[in-house]
């Protein structure tokens, strides 16, 4: 074999790798690697609504801890009701972006917006934000 067809054939061979990888990671989110996609049966999905609830405790722990006694005006504690819509990013681990029904202490329904980052390979999740939702309907 010449030196020319190895370099050929081992290109061709780097290029149908990329793109497998590249395929197989879309799959993941089912669409467009950094992209966004929807999360379908968002009630019915476990991981989800665990993820809704790890977010109002994390928000609730956040305010203890920063010393707001009336859970950062909602007067206590949040409680979680449900993830009412999802959407996932593939980036550095998964990025969960949930719209959360809760309820305030004072029995106030309101809709959170909260970003959560999964790194399953390190057993790791975080609130990375959690803030009333500006379209609560």
């Given at each position: 074999?010449?030196?020319?067809?190895?370099?050929?054939?081992?290109?061709?061979?780097?290029?149908?790798?990329?793109?497998?990888?590249?395929?197989?990671?879309?799959?993941?989110?089912g669409g467009m690697v950094g992209?966004?996609?929807?999360?379908?049966?968002?009630?019915?999905?476990?991981?989800?609504?665990?993820?809704?609830?790890?977010?109002?405790?994390?928000f609730n722990r956040m305010q203890?801890?920063?010393?707001?006694?009336?859970?950062?005006?909602?007067?206590?504690?949040?409680?979680?009701?449900?993830?009412?819509?999802?959407?996932?990013?593939?980036?550095?681990?998964?990025?969960?972006?949930?719209?959360?029904?809760?309820?305030?202490?004072?029995?106030?329904?309101?809709?959170?917006?909260?970003?959560?980052?999964v790194k399953p390979w390190a057993?790791?999740?975080?609130?990375?934000?959690?803030?009333?939702?500006?379209?609560?309907?």
């Amino acid at each position: 074999m010449t030196k020319q067809l190895r370099t050929s054939a081992l290109l061709l061979f780097s290029f149908l790798a990329a793109a497998a990888l590249v395929t197989a990671v879309s799959g993941l989110g089912g669409g467009m690697v950094g992209g966004r996609t929807k999360v379908k049966d968002v009630k019915t999905n476990k991981e989800v609504q665990e993820l809704g609830r790890y977010s109002v405790q994390q928000f609730n722990r956040m305010q203890k801890k920063a010393g707001k006694k009336n859970g950062g005006g909602y007067g206590g504690d949040l409680r979680f009701q449900e993830v009412v819509e999802a959407e996932t990013q593939v980036v550095s681990g998964v990025e969960y972006y949930l719209k959360i029904a809760a309820v305030t202490a004072g029995g106030v329904p309101k809709t959170f917006d909260a970003v959560v980052v999964v790194k399953p390979w390190a057993h790791s999740k975080e609130l990375l934000d959690f803030d009333p939702s500006p379209h609560t309907k």
